[in-house]
């Protein structure tokens, strides 16, 4: 079964520095990947998907990026957060027709 | 953790009541859908799925009612339980879109003893 590893749990950042979050996957090989951003007390809203290696979408505008390095590998990054980039980020594989499975997400705080 | 379901609707039940949670979901083209359950600080975790040609599912304490119509999708509890309290989630996607699946806001669930 898959396994989806997300580090780091928890991250406080300051207004102005640049990101990189990691999410890597166990299980399965070629798998589509996603981003996602919760909002405290709020739903998931999908940010990028990826089909393959080096292939992004993305579904807001906003001031982050995503890359596919490897087939099992999907990484978040921004130049410079925002204090609105604050939020609990969830990274998730899966196929189509079939339940994505999610990591444990990663705590950013923008301070 | 996160303070998941600090603005959420929240479903008060009675320990060993059964629940109901509902959902109204968007896109009438949906094909598929997905209940989840949030503990705080964690991750989404897989509950239940139903294929749109289906309009009942049954899993182990849990089924999802499907109705195309009014594009309303439920999840029923059976003697719920403290452990299933948590945030509760549907999601849709459609065959064509890469899995990308769409969130309802969810609700939250207590069980009191």
């Known amino acids: 079964s898959q396994t989806i590893h997300q580090w780091p749990a928890t991250l406080v950042q300051p207004v102005g520095s640049p990101l990189s979050l990691e999410c890597t996957v166990e299980?399965?090989?070629?798998?589509?990947l996603y981003w996602y951003r919760q909002a405290a007390g709020r739903g998931l809203q999908l940010l990028f998907y990826s089909v393959g290696i080096g292939q992004i979408s993305s579904e807001v505008p906003q001031n982050l990026s995503a890359s596919r390095p490897q087939d099992r590998q999907f990484i978040l990054s921004s130049k410079k957060l925002l204090l609105s980039d604050s939020g609990f980020y969830l990274c998730?594989?899966?196929?189509?027709?079939?339940?994505?499975?999610f990591g444990n997400g990663t705590r950013l705080t923008v301070t | 953790g996160e303070s998941v379901g600090l603005h959420l609707p929240t479903l008060s039940v009675q320990e060993g009541d059964n629940s109901i949670i509902n959902c109204a979901y968007s896109n009438s083209a949906s094909d598929y859908f997905i209940w989840y359950k949030q503990e705080s600080g964690k991750g989404p975790q897989f509950i239940i799925d139903?294929?749109?040609?289906?309009d009942k599912r049954q899993g182990q304490r849990v089924t999802v009612l499907l109705n195309k119509t009014v594009k309303h999708l439920s999840l029923q509890i059976a003697a719920t339980q403290p452990g299933d309290s948590a945030v509760y989630f549907c999601?849709?996607?459609?065959?064509?879109?890469?899995?990308?699946?769409?969130f309802g806001a969810g609700t939250r669930l207590a069980v009191h003893p």
């Open positions: 998730a594989c899966g196929e189509v027709n079939s339940p994505l499975h």
């Open positions: 999601a849709e996607s459609f065959s064509g879109g890469y899995n990308k699946l769409i």
């Open positions: 299980g399965t090989s070629n798998p589509n």
């Open positions: 139903i294929r749109s040609n289906m």
